[in-house]
Each structure stands twice: as structure tokens, then as C-alpha cells.
């Protein structure tokens, strides 16, 4: 019985944390798309602007719902990793220059440092461009104009056993 309550509380606080996650976006869209409905968006400037905080928030939405879907299929063990064979500097380039515009929009620079000649490694890409871009991403939303955000990839070696491992790090200020 303890256990099912613990369950339920669980699940409340998760429903609780989603629509509290779900709403502010919402609320967003919502008040910059009446903004532009009654006119109080007059010049191209604001309007222009008020559609691109209406784009980020909806794009903010679809990024919660995927992970929602990611998490529940996780929960359930439905989550196929596909591997490939990767190159981690390809990846990691890619997920910094197709953030790079609303870096660059928000005054925020972006640095980027690839270790040369990493080896390829066998992981699933897709849900390495995913984890990338949400390190990068949540970066981002932390950081103030003037700031940094680094992405950097290196070679290092576990002490434990001497393996050799690929590490990708994204900073901010």
C-alpha cells in the first residue's frame, strides 16, 4: 500500500511539474498572438519579433513533448538505440551551427573546440544529436547576452581500466 502511494504521489508531482512546463509557453503564445490580433503590434519590427517569441515558445512546446514521449517510452522499455558508426566532431558541429543563429540573436557567442583525429565511435546518433542539443540549448536559455556557451570534444582515458573515451562538454558563463 505504501509502495502504490509513493506511485501516486509520484505520478501527481510528474503531472503537476508537466503542466507547470506546458503552461508558460502556452501563456506566451497566447498573449503575444493577441498582441498581433488587436493591433497592439503595430510596426514590422515588433511584429517581426513578437512572431519569433511565438516560434521559440512553440518550438519550446514540441521540445517538452518529444522528451514526454521519450521519457514514457524509456519508462515502458521501448527506446531501440540504432548504432552506427559516428564521428563525434561531425555531431557535435552540426548541433553548434544549427544553434548558432539564435546564439548569435541573443548576443551570445559560441566557442567551439574539436580534439583532432578522434576515433569513430559505434553509438546511436540520433540520440546523441538530442542529448547535444538539449546541453546546448538549456545553455543557451542560461546565458546572458555578452556570455559565452563552449562546446568541446576531447579524448581522455578512464583511470579504472584504461580505456580510451570520447568526451563532449558544452559550458556557458
Known amino acids: 500500500a505504501a509502495q502504490v502511494q509513493d506511485a501516486r504521489q509520484t505520478e501527481r508531482d510528474f503531472v503537476a511539474n508537466v503542466s507547470?512546463?506546458?503552461?508558460?509557453?502556452?501563456?506566451?503564445?497566447?498573449?503575444?498572438?493577441?498582441?498581433?490580433?488587436?493591433?497592439?503590434?503595430?510596426?514590422?519590427?515588433?511584429?517581426?519579433?513578437?512572431?519569433?517569441?511565438?516560434?521559440?515558445?512553440a518550438d519550446r512546446l514540441r521540445r517538452l513533448v518529444v522528451g514526454l514521449v521519450?521519457?514514457?517510452?524509456?519508462?515502458?522499455?521501448?527506446?531501440?538505440?540504432?548504432?552506427?558508426?559516428?564521428?563525434?566532431?561531425?555531431?557535435?558541429?552540426?548541433?553548434?551551427?544549427?544553434?548558432?543563429?539564435?546564439?548569435?540573436?541573443?548576443g551570445i557567442s559560441m566557442g567551439q573546440s574539436?580534439?583532432?583525429?578522434?576515433?569513430?565511435?559505434?553509438?546511436?546518433?540520433?540520440?546523441?544529436?538530442?542529448?547535444i542539443t538539449n546541453l546546448l540549448d538549456n545553455a543557451l536559455?542560461?546565458?546572458?547576452?555578452g556570455g559565452k556557451v563552449a562546446i568541446e570534444t576531447k579524448l581522455t582515458t578512464r583511470k579504472s581500466d584504461g580505456a580510451k573515451l570520447v568526451e563532449v562538454s558544452v559550458a556557458d558563463t
Open 20 to 57: 507547470h512546463e506546458l503552461k508558460t509557453p502556452l501563456t506566451s503564445i497566447q498573449g503575444f498572438a493577441q498582441a498581433i490580433r488587436d493591433g497592439d503590434v503595430s510596426d514590422a519590427s515588433a511584429t517581426q519579433n513578437a512572431a519569433r517569441i511565438i516560434y521559440d515558445e
Open 70 to 106: 521519450d521519457s514514457a517510452r524509456l519508462e515502458s522499455g521501448d527506446v531501440r538505440m540504432t548504432f552506427a558508426a559516428v564521428h563525434i566532431n561531425t555531431l557535435a558541429e552540426t548541433c553548434a551551427h544549427n544553434l548558432a543563429a539564435r546564439a548569435q540573436a541573443a
Open 114 to 131: 574539436f580534439a583532432q583525429e578522434l576515433p569513430v565511435v559505434m553509438a546511436d546518433g540520433d540520440r546523441l544529436v538530442q542529448v
Open 141 to 145: 536559455k542560461h546565458t546572458c547576452a
